[in-house]
């Protein structure tokens, strides 16, 4: 009978491959770790994204389900805007009382785009002569809101 040689490995291939294995093992750990970052990072901005469209399509809802928040950002926005320096709520100064101009127009879609329009562009020749100066820097949708709070001002909703 024949006994095979026991394999003798020398001792500089013996650390070497000591050395081989801890490499091995590192790398592995990297590996693993670096998954395991890119899952969490993955899933941590999955649930960032929908709560924000939650938060977007809670934010719309609300508005949708009571003009009362357009009317209050509207209101801001005339506060923060020049528009006191020629209206008052009640009383003509250079330009008509904002009340004034409630009761004139009906509260309709229609309205709030025309008088944002004349908010952003401006102009003469509805209530005299002298002219609103235009605010060109203002979006649509401010200018809409601004309107939309000028026509609530006699109580009546958008119809
Ligand atoms: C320089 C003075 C001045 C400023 C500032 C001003 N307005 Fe006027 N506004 C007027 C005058 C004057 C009129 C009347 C224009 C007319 O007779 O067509 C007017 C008219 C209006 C009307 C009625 C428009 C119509 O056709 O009946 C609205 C609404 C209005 N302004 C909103 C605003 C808002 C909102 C702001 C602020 C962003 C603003 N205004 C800033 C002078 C001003």
Same mark, same amino acid.
């Given at each position: 009978?024949?006994? $095979?040689? $026991?394999?003798? %490995? /020398? $001792? *500089?291939?013996? =650390?070497?491959?000591?050395?081989?294995? =801890? !490499?091995?093992?590192? %790398? %592995?750990y990297f590996l693993s770790v670096i998954v395991m970052i890119t899952l969490v990072a993955s899933c941590g901005g999955k649930k960032e994204s929908s709560n924000t469209e #939650?938060?977007?399509a809670n934010e719309s809802k609300a508005e949708a389900q009571s003009g009362v928040?357009?009317?209050?950002?509207?209101?801001?926005?005339?506060?923060? *805007?020049?528009?006191?320096?020629? @209206? @008052?709520?009640?009383?003509k100064i250079i330009g008509p009382a904002h009340l004034e101009v409630a009761k004139k127009y009906d509260f309709t879609e229609a309205n709030v785009k025309m008088l944002a329009d004349k908010i %952003? !562009? &401006? &102009?003469? +020749?509805?209530?005299? #002569?002298? /002219?609103?100066? +235009? @605010?060109p820097d203002l979006s649509v949708a401010d200018a809409e809101k601004m309107a939309k709070y000028v026509l609530s001002l006699d109580g009546e909703k958008e119809h």
């Open positions: 009978m024949i006994l $095979p040689e $026991p394999v003798r %490995i /020398p $001792p *500089s291939t013996k =650390k070497y491959l000591a050395f081989k294995t =801890k !490499k091995m093992n590192k %790398i %592995i #939650e938060y977007v928040d357009v009317i209050a950002q509207g209101e801001a926005l005339v506060n923060g *805007s020049d528009c006191k320096t020629c @209206h @008052h709520k009640t009383n %952003i !562009k &401006g &102009g003469s +020749g509805v209530w005299g #002569e002298v /002219p609103m100066n +235009g @605010h």
